[in-house]
Nanobody, 126 residues
């Protein structure tokens, strides 16, 4: 089992920045990749970004390209999501997730992730 704990959410004005962190514990050697998803009220959970745990490959949703950056620090078993130029439409609960295998359906499919954090709220005011 892998446990994931997110931190770093909060309230920020439009145009501001936040950095989310996701600390992994347990069988972290089994992680192939980590991803960030978000869910706004009344909407489905959507993909934000993903990163290979053992490499440098990254993937982003079009809506966040150029504004968000995903990174990882293996020594600390932690993944980060740096969010710049935030917009009110970025308001959501942000979840980190870990997958054990190369995704067959694509990085944006929630079914490809085996473990999920509890989520952290990000609110962007206009």
């Amino acid at each position: 089992q892998v446990q994931l704990v997110e931190s770093g959410g909060g309230l920020v004005q439009a145009g501001g920045s936040l950095r989310l962190a996701c600390a992994a514990s347990g069988r972290t050697f089994s992680i192939f990749a980590m991803g960030w998803f978000r869910q706004a009220p009344g909407k489905e959970r959507e993909f934000v970004a993903a990163i290979r745990w053992g490499g440098a490959s990254t993937w982003y949703a079009d809506s966040v390209k150029g504004r968000f950056t995903i990174s990882r620090e293996n020594a600390k078993n932690t993944a980060y999501l740096q969010m710049n130029s935030l917009k009110p439409e970025d308001t959501a609960v942000y979840y980190c997730a870990a997958g054990r295998n190369r995704p067959a359906r694509g990085w944006g499919d929630t079914r490809e992730y085996d473990y999920w954090g509890q989520g952290t709220q990000v609110t962007v005011s206009s």
